[in-house]
């Protein structure tokens, strides 16, 4: 039995007008309806039009937009015709948003208890004398601990998974029947991330809320969502089943966006899709997608597809939807990795004793001069990274990855231990400290290009500022120069007059990674530099990072949440918690079969982008804020704790072949055979393991 509609939108176009006067659309004639209690995904490309239809659901443009025709409605009500009282009292109350990043969303001058008060008064018919108990109840709702305790905090107190399940309380206070969600998980590490899903699943489940999910990240659309829609250049592409679409995609567009994520166990670099969509106004007369599409024929230039049924329930906008299905079904290997280059006699990075901390010493410790009396921040970290080699540091947020990086470009100053590159003479502490050369040698990439790139520079000003400054280039030397860069990196000499906001997202990224590659260094710091891009970007991004290793044989050390990411291109990983270095070792020998309680924590949580498979939670999303005084800094969450000794003792370091070791005090056979002995349960079949069954 169908579900009543309650989000419908009809024919709906949504546009802006251009410099010429032309009218561009955003969005070109969706449909699409919603059932009561009914989870859809939105996915597709930065630019496709998700999160504009998304907003345009609760009756909301951005700035410059306007519609073009049709409309949208909620519970038989024309959105863009409520009133301005009436749309306040639908977004919050009957539809409700949760943003994608519940750090920037929450007042931080409020504690958590004013935050949800808030929203009880606007949305909800709750007397105030009883707001402090129903924040209780919404908090336990969302499965936060001590609900009495967190009340009193404030947001930056809480971690991201506190933050957001926050922002999902605060959504819940009206009751909603509806919840958008922009992107809620982006931002959270993998536990994190997994956790909040479920809960997410559970409210679905309990409560029959619908939920529009708006997601590049296709493994939690594939965890939470019944259906997913797919969109490309502001048109509905396909629409069917999550199983359907994610397994054999009957459109080429949605195959690429699939053959583009890193899978968890395989080897190799995913496959990027060539060429990118078509600008607002640009999609010609025929199919957008037809200049990139591997089964175009010359009818998909002629004429524009319709959005026709065609296998299982499933809608999609093709010319050749059964063999773009047929060709899914047959899978897509992946590319192979540069020829590697790392050369481990050579390194190119030593860290010894690495200890940072970010605890303010007291005026008695002032006077003394000496160091506060607190546990670090991160302790105890020796590595040498080889030359051409790809280190990755994963981890959950706050084990300490960001810091150490920071620590290696100068940036944070650690309280002990040294740093040196291949010359083995020790860096100074600070970057301001460092000479010129020292400086060239280490370049870092941050994690969002807009926020390092100065908006008011044009590509060729941002790229001649590390020429300028360690080469001394003259203005005819450093546009060469800088052409050359951005050929590398696969853009072209025509950027260079661009400012960073005429680029997309993986555009911008690959502008900051020639920056980099400007000083001509002998190690890049990669601070998660894919994470906010979407899948087929990010496949972009990582092959261009690979080769660019394997032409300038350069040393990354690459920090990253995703471990398929990381599965993907690193060379060796480090997994470390509360700064502190639980297992080093090859990547497919720590990936293949985890040593480590805690690395095999997380990659149980990982999530695959296919509805069957489900992630296998060990323990509760706890969040520890600070490591133990003593014994192993995982001991208050492992599942194989041996006893009073994981609480007094630091685990000795155990090696295994090829450069594996692991810090634990259970021997190394004795984890592999039980982690050998649970495997099959770990991948039993999803019915068992408490997953949906009936197409979800």
Same mark, same amino acid.
């Given at each position: 039995? &169908?579900?009543? %509609? ?16 032309? &009218? ?14 009914? $989870? ?11 999160? $504009? ?29 409520l009133t301005a009282r009436a749309l306040q009292t639908m977004r919050g109350g009957d539809l409700a948003l949760i ?110 809320? %619908? ?134 006699? &050579? ?117 001649a500022q590390p020429l300028r400054l360690y080469f001394d280039l003259d203005a005819e030397a450093l546009r060469e ?117 805690? &690395? ?52 000795p370091v155990q090696l295994g072949g090829d450069g594996h070791q692991i810090r634990c005090h259970r021997p190394l ?28």
């Amino acid at each position: 039995m &169908t579900a009543p %509609a309650l989000i419908e939108v009809r024919d709906l176009s949504i546009g802006f007008t251009g410099r010429a006067g032309e &009218t561009l659309p955003v969005l070109r004639n969706v449909d699409l309806v919603v059932g009561a209690g009914e $989870t859809v995904g939105l996915v597709g490309e930065s630019g496709s039009g998700k999160s $504009t239809l998304a907003l345009a659901m609760m009756g909301y443009l951005k700035g410059g937009l306007r519609v073009l025709g049709g409309g949208t409605r909620f519970r038989d009500r024309e959105t863009f015709r409520l009133t301005a009282r009436a749309l306040q009292t639908m977004r919050g109350g009957d539809l409700a948003l949760i943003p994608q990043n519940a750090g920037q969303a929450l007042t931080p001058t409020l504690r958590v208890s004013a935050l949800i008060a808030e929203a009880l008064r606007l949305h909800s018919r709750v007397p105030a004398a009883a707001h402090h108990a129903r924040a209780i109840e919404l908090l336990a709702q969302v499965r936060l601990p001590d609900p009495e305790a967190l009340l009193r905090r404030y947001p930056h107190e809480l971690s991201g998974g506190q933050q957001q399940r926050v922002a999902i309380a605060m959504a819940l206070a009206g009751e909603p029947n509806a919840l958008l969600l922009d992107e809620p998980t982006t931002g959270l590490d993998v536990t994190t991330q997994a956790h909040v899903l479920e809960l997410l699943r559970d409210l679905a489940a309990r409560t029959g809320t %619908a939920m529009v999910y708006v997601s590049h990240d296709l493994g939690a659309i594939a965890r939470v969502c019944d259906r997913v829609v797919v969109m490309y250049a502001g048109e509905l592409v396909l629409d069917g089943s999550a199983r359907s679409v994610l397994r054999a995609p009957a459109h080429p567009y949605a195959h690429g966006l699939v053959a583009s994520i890193p899978r968890l166990g395989g080897s190799g670099l995913p496959r990027a899709m060539e060429g990118r969509p078509p600008p607002p106004g640009g999609a010609g007369v025929g199919c957008a997608f037809v200049d990139r599409c591997a089964l175009a024929v010359e009818r998909c230039r002629a004429a524009r597809p319709a959005l026709d049924l065609v296998l299982d329930g499933t809608r999609s906008r093709c010319h050749r939807a059964v063999d773009a299905a047929a060709r899914s079904a047959r899978g897509e290997p992946a590319s192979p990795r540069a020829r590697a280059s790392a050369d481990p006699s &050579t390194p190119a990075l030593r860290v010894r004793d690495l200890c940072i901390s970010y605890a303010r010493p007291r005026v008695l410790d002032q006077l003394l001069g000496r160091e506060p009396d607190a546990v670090p921040t991160v302790d105890g970290i020796t590595l040498d990274v080889a030359r051409g080699e790809t280190l990755a540091l994963v981890g959950e947020s706050g084990s300490g990855k960001s810091s150490i990086l920071k620590a290696l470009a100068g940036l944070v100053t650690p309280r002990g231990g040294a740093v040196a590159l291949a010359d083995g003479e020790a860096l100074a502490p600070s970057v301001e400290l460092r000479t010129p050369a020292v400086r060239r040698e280490i370049q870092l990439v941050f994690q969002n290009p807009d926020e390092s790139l100065n908006p008011r520079h044009t590509v060729a000003e941002i790229l001649a500022q590390p020429l300028r400054l360690y080469f001394d280039l003259d203005a005819e030397a450093l546009r060469e120069r800088s052409a050359e860069l951005l050929e590398r990196v696969r853009l072209g000499p025509h950027y260079l007059e661009r400012l960073p906001a005429q680029l997309s997202g993986g555009e911008k990224q690959r502008v900051a990674i020639a920056r980099a590659f400007a000083a001509r260094p002998s190690v890049v710091l990669c601070d998660e530099v894919t994470s906010a891009l979407d899948v087929s970007v990010q496949a972009a991004v990582l092959d261009l990072l690979d080769q660019l290793r394997a032409e300038a044989r350069v040393t990354y050390v690459f920090v990253s949440h995703d471990l398929a990411v990381v599965r993907a291109l690193a060379d060796r990983v480090v997994v470390l918690y509360q700064g502190r270095v639980c297992e080093l070792g090859p990547v497919g020998a720590v990936y293949d079969l985890p040593a480590h309680p805690y &690395t095999e924590m997380l990659l149980r949580a990982v999530l695959e982008p296919d509805p069957d498979v489900a992630p296998s939670l060990l323990g509760e999303d706890v969040v520890e804020r600070a490591p133990p005084a003593r014994g192993c800094p995982f001991q208050r969450r492992c599942h194989r704790r041996v006893g009073e000794i994981c609480a007094s003792e630091s685990p000795p370091v155990q090696l295994g072949g090829d450069g594996h070791q692991i810090r634990c005090h259970r021997p190394l056979a004795e984890l592999a055979r039980l982690q050998a002995l649970e495997a099959p349960a770990a991948s039993a079949p999803p019915e068992s393991a408490g997953n949906r069954g009936d197409g979800r």
